[in-house]
């Protein structure tokens, strides 16, 4: 094996050096087996179970697995954490097979559901236990039978549950009988998700009473923080397996030279492909996953397939069943491939940027290595202060612990859906019987016409309500944006993000094929968009303001001299025009400045910071140091909070104030953990803006692709020296909110 990772080194090095790359960090990971516990015939499991082990070669549990197999039989809420292909899955579903009573068993996707039911049917197939898929595929007889006569195990996804629960008085007296709910995969219920899953809980528990809850995920920093948050429940038992899977891979952080970071992670898909390896791409950009795509199609002779969310259903089946037979040697995707969806077995994994979540880093990695033979992960570093940091600095990272998982229970779009949703379960509710963040928005449904009030009990506006939940997505927050094709709705885009990747005249990439927008329509919410030819050779990035226009604080502190609060934070964004890149290189071709922008306001949740003063010599050189800062600081919160690109925004202004928010409507979650952990977060920023030799800002340091002004105005100089003043600064001073509200004078 060890020659097999030699093997993939030389390999590596050779095809990236053939367009001036540079392979600057190399980790060899290599992982034996868990720490054994007892036998199986010893673990008192019943005899057709052990017989189903057997059928698989399994006579012995590991250790983490008997401890989980202990507590999940003494009723015990319980989270999981242990590494992909560490047996995670045997740990809940052998005690949840071996106890009476029947479970739901929830993944986070239709797809992924189905796809592990094949999976689990190795092992259910054989006992006495059983089963069955119950989602929007299942069809009105097989449904019919499993409501009739529930078998042990349910297998399904938080979507349907959701609507099955609002919809279908079958369906809650299906789960009224349930003994236990398991949420595999649960490092991905976290942010907008998370939130909403928290309160598909809460109405599971509604129906049930009291259930036992289990949790298993790969990579969760804080299970004794966020499984309480998720169950609803004031406490959970951890048990911990190998944090790595078993087995071996090659890691290497890749220096892409003069190419554009998607050229060259197009050249190294089609180079390994066409070194007879199979290759999953990822990016962290609907946009840039299709653009890799067609480079590597364009350039390099190599027919890639695109995974993305917004694509058809069966667009996506197409490409999973095509790579897994093995007629598609590679396919670029987002994070709906970083999951276990079949896709057969895998040699190289590439990664056309660091992801700022260390999670899906690991995911990600995780799916690289087949039939015993290691895996090749290549990670393109460039122009990125996070990845710089993390290019000098590659031990750090590779021995990183598992991102911290964050939810937002408080966000009113994601309580208002679910308030309707349970006042379609139940009919009627007593106000003062619901949480706290149900009763916030309670008048919002009353206003809105889903609900009437009469004294302490809401009643449900069946039709109102219905259509409103209906209408409403789990992965979102925000209204969303349907874009039209001719006559066709070819797929949709969540707002506020639809204004920075729909704006007229934006190059907007679907299924491989390149369109522009050429209307944005915000009262109906539809983009208008026409298909340009395949020819077209550039792409493009929105300008726009951020402004601030109103605050309410939830909680206040001080970091040293900085004053720091957390709470609601109302955004206008508007978009003023875009530049034109060249598809291969990256450079500005010409920008774009719209006589109207086009605006649009919502509330989320931020921090909000009051920066020391430095006595800068002109306003110019206070709005650099500070635009600077908010950039670094952002960049810096990501690892610290586990954070993707598109979870955090922020503005700042000459004053010293800066306002970190999430970018998603209502809030996400991840702000929160960046106010909790400022420190840290700040630690960092110093030692990309301290370690950097540029002359006063590049993209290694305080840049940002997001910047909406396109990064004028940025010192790394200014910013370096906040914060190194921190230390001899005075005590901080009031905030002053109304220093922020209003016109800013720059946005990022």
């Not at 927008?517 to 300008?543: C, H, I």
């Not at 104030?657 to 979650?669: L, P, T």
């Not at 997001?706 to 001073?733: I, Q, T």
Request: with cysteine; proline share 5%; glycine share 8%.
């Amino acid at each position: 094996m060890e020659e097999g990772l030699e093997g993939l080194e030389s390999l590596a090095r050779d095809i990236v050096s053939r367009k001036s790359g540079k392979i600057i960090a190399v980790n060899r990971e290599v992982s034996g087996e868990p720490e054994p516990g007892p036998s199986v015939a010893d673990a008192g499991l019943p005899q057709d179970v052990v017989e189903a082990l057997a059928r698989r070669g399994i006579d012995r549990l590991y250790r983490f697995q008997w401890e989980a197999l202990q507590k999940i039989r003494e009723g015990k809420d319980v989270v999981i954490v242990a590494g992909t292909g560490t047996g995670k899955t045997e740990a809940f579903l052998l005690p949840v097979i071996a106890k009476e009573g029947s479970a739901l068993l929830l993944y986070p996707t239709k797809a992924l559901a189905r796809d592990q039911a094949k999976r689990l049917s190795q092992i259910l197939g054989y006992t006495r236990a059983r089963y069955a898929v119950l989602d929007g595929d299942t069809a009105p007889a097989e449904r019919r039978s499993i409501y009739e006569d529930p078998p042990n195990i349910i297998i399904s996804n938080p979507d349907f549950v959701h609507m099955a629960l609002a919809m279908s008085r079958e369906f809650r007296e299906l789960m009224s009988r349930i003994d236990a709910v398991v949420l595999d995969e649960m490092h991905v219920y976290q942010g907008v998700f998370g939130s909403h899953v928290k309160w598909i809980i809460y109405r599971l528990l509604q129906e049930a009473g009291d259930l036992q809850l289990i949790g298993s995920g790969a990579t969760i920093g804080n299970p004794e923080d966020i499984g309480p948050k998720l169950f609803n429940k004031p406490y959970v038992e951890v048990v911990r397996g190998p944090p790595r899977r078993r087995g071996q891979a090659l890691h290497a952080f890749v220096s892409y030279g003069n190419l554009s970071r998607w050229s060259f992670a197009a050249y190294l898909i089609a180079s390994l492909v066409k070194s007879g390896l199979k290759v999953l791409g990822f990016t962290d950009s609907q946009q840039m996953t299709e653009l890799v795509a067609r480079i590597a199609k364009k350039e390099y002779g190599v027919d890639v397939g695109v995974h993305r969310a917004g694509l058809p259903a069966e667009h996506r089946r197409s490409v999973e069943r095509r790579f897994s037979e093995g007629s598609l040697s590679a396919v670029v995707a987002t994070s709906t491939l970083e999951l276990g969806i079949d896709i057969g077995d895998l040699d190289a994994v590439v990664m056309a940027s660091l992801p700022k979540s260390y999670t899906s880093y690991v995911q990600r990695a995780g799916r690289a290595g087949r039939r015993g033979r290691p895996g090749l992960v290549l990670t393109l570093m460039g122009d990125d202060p996070i990845e710089a940091y993390y290019s000098s600095r590659p031990s750090e990272f590779f021995g990183r612990a598992p991102d911290p998982a964050y939810i937002e229970p408080s966000n009113p779009e994601v309580a208002a859906v679910h308030l309707a949703a349970m006042l379609l379960q139940r009919g009627a509710i007593r106000v003062s019987t619901l949480p706290d963040e149900f009763k916030s928005v309670v008048e919002r449904l009353v206003r809105e016409g889903l609900a009437r009030r009469r004294s302490d009990a809401l009643l449900v506006n069946y039709r109102a309500a219905a259509n409103y939940v209906q209408s409403r997505s789990l992965r979102s927050a925000g209204p969303m944006v349907k874009i039209v094709s001719g006559a066709k709705v070819i797929g949709e885009r969540e707002m506020p993000m639809a204004l920075y990747d729909l704006h007229p005249g934006a190059v907007y990439y679907h299924a491989g094929r390149p369109y522009i927008s050429t209307l944005l329509d915000l009262n109906s919410m539809r983009a208008q968009v026409s298909e340009l030819p395949q020819s077209v050779s550039f792409y493009t990035k929105p300008l726009y303001n951020i402004d601030i226009l109103e605050v309410d604080i939830e909680d206040e502190r001080s970091y040293g001299p900085v004053a720091a609060a957390y709470g609601r934070v109302h955004v206008k964004v508007s978009t003023t025009g875009y530049v034109v890149k060249d598809e291969f290189s990256g450079t500005t071709i010409s920008e774009v400045t719209y006589d109207v922008p086009i605006s649009w306001d919502y509330w989320t949740k931020g921090v909000l910071l009051r920066y020391p003063l430095m006595d800068f010599d002109t306003v110019e050189e206070s709005l650099s140091a500070y635009h600077a800062l908010e950039h670094v600081l952002i960049s810096a919160a990501r690892p610290v909070v586990g954070a993707s690109d598109t979870d955090l925004s922020g503005v700042s202004y000459p004053t010293g104030h800066i306002v970190i928010y999430d970018s998603h409507v209502g809030g996400n979650g991840a702000s929160r953990l960046a106010y909790e952990r400022l420190l840290r977060v700040q630690e960092i920023a110093k030692s990309i803006v301290s370690s950097c030799t540029c002359q006063d800002g590049c993209p290694r340091c305080v840049y940002s692709p997001y910047c909406g002004n396109n990064n004028r105005f940025l010192s790394r100089h200014g910013a370096l020296r906040v914060l190194e003043g921190l230390r001899g600064a005075e005590k901080p001073k009031a905030l002053d909110i109304d220093a922020i509200k209003g016109e800013s004078t720059k946005a990022a």
